[in-house]
């Protein structure tokens, strides 16, 4: 079987596809691939292929958090992408994937939400990140969370007219960004630890972690997924890679041209916020 | 994470009076539901979980069942009335996120191949929520599935950790879980020194990260007394 070699190969630190155990697929992103939704992005992570799409829209902040925007992330595995995907509303595997990518965001404070505030406590923007799973060849998280940010960093503002409407003919200004958090995910099978797990990877992987790591190496969340057990010892060289593997792959989008400016911006910003 | 002013750490203890280290008064009781194979009730301070065990069943539909495994179904379900604004019924995207990983944790402890063509139910409600649900929740199921007699490698304890003005503390409460620096869930097998649920939310560096997780694995020690404590009442009653 199939597995079996798998694992065979990983025992010699080698992959079927002739990668090294640290090493990703090759990612290609594409920015704004939706004239339709205000940020959008591609990814394909080997023959992973996602397309997060950003949309804005009005609505009322949450009672607790009145003076700021909110974010909604959500992942629909279409049946177009892979065989095993069914329809119907969201499983608890889409949900996993969609909740995960949310926390990266969320809790790495990528958005400056509390910008996204029109009126305290009434009107504020909503930020809908959704991501369309195209073809799934594995690791969804990271490709996932890698379009997300990408989309965000290339989303425009719509302009807001006097009646509320959204005029999303002209786009004003981006949307203000903090951070640039990088979501790796670890898998861990027979003692070996490998990223970028392919869906035949996946298969035969015990556990795996994800690790959302922003540009100041600051670890932002992580999900255990999979019944395999972990140690601490493991946990923390799936940390170590993580951190390491965040750096490169920011890299890929920090090349970009119209990342450059939020990347100033989050810089800054993310200064006064250690200060604070 | 929210901020707020106030100081949730004032001269070494916590807003509860508690130290950084200790956990909130536990209360663990197995055997609550008559009609379950296994029940318990758990409390961490405020938050409190209620766990039944069915099974091992026969699974139905029948199309469901593996032939060589038994498979383990966990609901996690939050009451209307266990949060300060009337919660929604039904199962949110949250609740459906939890159940998966917290089935993750359990499995690992059961011998499922056992039981081919079986279904183990574990069905918990948090009938109060005041932090650290998710693992109070994996505590009375623990405790649930030794009640109902289902063979286990060892028991499951889960608890939680985080950073909190910039202290590590262990058990987080709900106000300290809104306001904190991080959150880490974690659910171990205290014999196997297996984690089997990790999660993680809020802003640490990796040094930090590291150093809350090993400290909830010491602290978890408590925990795992305790739910001994708490079977062995059973029977000597």
Known sequence: MKSNYIIKLLEKNERLD??????????????????????????????????????????????????????????EFNPMAHPEFETGPP????????????????????????????????????????????NHDGNLIDAGSLASLVALNSTRMPKLEEDDKINREELKGSLPINHQPITVTVGKVNGKFLVD??????????????????????????????????????????????????????????????????????????KSKDGS | MMKT???????????DGRKPEDVRKMKMEVGVIPNAEGSALVSFGKTTALASVYGPRPLHPRHLQESDTGLLRYKYDMATFSVDERKRPGPSR??????KVSREALEPALFLKKFP?????????????????????????????????????????????????????????GKEDNYCDADIPIAYLPSKKEITLLQMDGRLTPEETKKIVRDVLHASKKVYEKQVEALKKKYSE
């Open chain 1, 18 to 75: 002739g990668r090294k155990l640290d090493e990703f697929r090759e990612i290609t992103i594409e920015k704004n691939p939706i004239e339709r939704a205000e940020g959008s992005a591609r990814v394909k992570m080997g023959k992973t292929d996602i397309i997060v799409g950003v949309k804005l829209e009005l609505g009322t902040p949450y009672p607790d958090t009145p003076d700021a925007g909110v974010l909604r992330t959500g992942a």
């Open chain 1, 91 to 134: 499983g608890e595997d889409a949900t996993e994937v969609a909740r995960v990518i949310d926390r990266g965001i969320r809790e790495s404070e990528t958005i400056k939400v509390e910008e996204l505030c029109i009126e305290e406590g009434e009107k504020v923007w909503m930020v809908y990140v959704d991501a369309y799973p195209i």
């Open chain 1, 197 to 270: 797990p392919t869906f035949e990877e996946e298969k035969v992987l015990e556990t795996k972690l994800s690790i959302a790591v922003t540009e100041e190496d600051t670890v932002v969340s992580m999900q255990k997924s999979g019944n395999g057990p972990l140690s601490d010892d493991d946990v923390d060289k799936m940390i170590d890679v993580a951190v390491k593997k965040s750096k490169e792959i920011r890299k890929l989008i920090s090349n970009g041209k119209k990342t450059t400016k939020s990347k100033a911006k989050a810089n800054k910003s993310g």
């Open chain 2, 5 to 15: 002013d106030e100081k949730l750490i004032i001269k070494g203890k916590r807003i």
């Open chain 2, 94 to 99: 949250r609740e459906i996120e939890i159940s």
């Open chain 2, 117 to 173: 063509r079986t279904v183990v139910d574990v069905f918990v409600e948090i009938l109060q929520a005041d932090g650290s649900t998710r693992v109070t929740a994996i505590n009375a199921a623990s405790l649930a599935l030794a009640d109902a007699g289902v063979p286990m490698r060892d028991l499951v304890v889960g608890l939680s950790g985080g950073m909190l003005d910039g202290k590590i503390v262990i058990d987080l409460m």
